[in-house]
């Protein structure tokens, strides 16, 4: 369907077209129940650790394609999110923050994901500070 198509070009090696695909993907997101982008965020971690029900590759195995897929998916979720903490949130927060520092194209994915995050959950920080654990504060 359409977010398969739209998840295929997330894995493009040009910068425009995965960036693009990646607000198609943000934009389509925001329409779907929270149960929906919870089972999503669960197959999308599961790309990024290599135990997708389609593949049986080891986490050193993950294609770097693969791993761009869906750390873009998890990154458009979270901004599908702006000024709210769903229950989900924090933990793919977290599943972003282990991927920094493995590929120059995911580290920026993440940071303007991070900084996007930063910019929209400031206000009322105080608040949302307290569904996070301890690591991710750091």
């Known amino acids: 369907g359409l977010f398969d198509a739209e998840t295929k070009l997330m894995g493009d ?7 693009a695909a990646k607000d198609a993907f943000t934009t389509m997101s925001v329409f779907l129940s929270e149960i929906v982008v919870e089972g999503l965020c669960n197959d999308l971690g599961n790309l990024l650790n290599g135990s997708s029900k389609r593949r049986s590759k080891s986490k050193a195995e ?29 933990r793919n927060l977290e599943i972003l923050s282990r991927q920094m520092g493995k590929d120059a194209k995911i580290d920026t994915v993440i940071t303007n994901t991070f900084t996007e995050f930063k910019r929209t959950h400031s206000d009322q920080w105080q608040v949302f500070q307290t569904r996070f654990t301890s690591e991710l504060l750091v």
């Open 62 to 90: 993950v294609s770097s394609s693969s791993r761009l897929v869906a750390i873009q998916g998890i990154a458009s979720l979270i901004l599908t999110n702006p000024y709210t903490l769903p229950l989900w949130l924090p």
């Open 13 to 19: 090696e040009r910068l425009e077209v995965t960036s």
